[in-house]
């Protein structure tokens, strides 16, 4: 297949991290199907760029998951399965459940840091709803999150969630239609982040527990879809 007309043109002469990074965001705003299989040649044509930086660009995405090699075919955009939802909220509810405890043991003033942050992603979160914007809920819902584990600091916890928010906007935009009320997302947020910035561990953590086990119901719960297009 040929590349996507919104294929970004990159100028001058783009790294493999930078291909990588236009190619993932393409990937989870669904400009690539999933299970289309990625064209190198129209690829590197439309990027102007030599075949080795697209080639590990490719394959730093397939590593993440994103992207998945198969032998004698070619690369391949993922299909996320329910299995592979629930597998993906649950690492994901791991790592969140560390960064609240990493948040809460930090102290006031990285606390009141993040949950500035966090404020101004839930505004804009509720300016979107209005708009009924989904493409821009999705990016702002993981936003969100990402900027949630960010304030801990912790190298490790953001390097892990990374590759975590890209699979998951995968899945969400699939949320369009299953979610019931597109309000609820601000409700969810507006709620992990009062916990925060109440220091309060124990309501944090069931907040973070509830809303991915909502994500997860919501993922799953359309009976005649078994795997999750973008």
């Keep these: 297949m040929a590349a996507p007309e919104t294929m970004f ?9 930078l291909i990588a990074d236009q190619l993932r965001e393409l990937i989870v705003q669904g400009a690539f ?7 190198e040649s129209a690829l590197a044509s439309q990027l102007s760029t030599s075949r080795g930086p ?10 993440e998951g994103i992207l998945v090699s198969k032998r004698n075919r070619g690369v391949f955009v993922a299909e996320l399965s329910e299995d592979d939802i629930r597998e993906i909220y649950a690492v994901r509810e791991a790592v969140e459940l560390a960064a609240a405890t ?13 949950c500035r942050v966090l404020k101004g992603i839930i505004k804009n979160m509720a300016k979107q709803v209005a708009a009924s914007d989904w493409q821009a809920l999705a990016r702002l819902d993981m ?6 584990v960010s304030g801990t600091g912790n190298t490790r916890l953001i390097r892990i969630y990374q590759t975590l928010a890209a699979e998951t906007r995968m899945c969400i935009l699939s949320l369009e239609v299953a979610y019931p009320r597109i309000d609820a997302l601000v409700q969810e947020h507006q709620l992990i982040l009062d916990h925060l910035e109440a220091a309060d561990r124990q309501g944090l953590q069931k907040a973070i527990k509830r809303h991915m086990k909502k994500a997860v119901e919501d993922l799953t719960s359309t009976p005649e879809v078994t795997e999750i297009t973008a």
């Design 143 to 148: 936003e969100f999150h990402t900027a949630f």
């Design 54 to 63: 697209l080639r590990e660009a490719l394959q730093r995405l397939c590593q």
């Design 102 to 114: 990493t948040l809460l043991d930090s102290g006031q003033d990285k606390i009141s840091d993040t």
């Design 9 to 17: 043109v990159l100028e001058g002469r783009p790294t493999a991290q």
């Design 33 to 39: 199907s999933p299970g289309q299989q990625v064209n």
